[in-house]
């Protein structure tokens, strides 16, 4: 096994960073809740937690 060979993924924006909706993303509302309490994202249009978005692909260095 060739421990030098290194394999990468590309992807099209952002990156795997963990970083969440609470670390100031842009696209966060904190305002904006459905009936459970979630928090709309507008960049996937949807209510999360902002918990559940680890790895945000709308992230962005």
């Given amino acids: 096994m060739d421990k030098n060979n290194i394999t990468s993924v590309k ?3 952002g990156a ?3 970083h ?3 670390d100031g993303c842009i696209y966060w509302n904190p305002y904006d809740r ?3 309490g979630r928090q709309y994202c ?3 249009d949807a209510y999360y ?3 559940e978005r ?3 692909l709308s992230y962005e260095d």
């Fill in 11 to 13: 992807i099209p924006a």
């Fill in 16 to 18: 795997f960073c963990g």
């Fill in 20 to 22: 969440n909706c609470s």
């Fill in 34 to 36: 459905d009936s459970n």
């Fill in 42 to 44: 507008s960049h996937y």
């Fill in 49 to 51: 937690y902002p918990r």
């Fill in 54 to 56: 680890q790895g945000c």
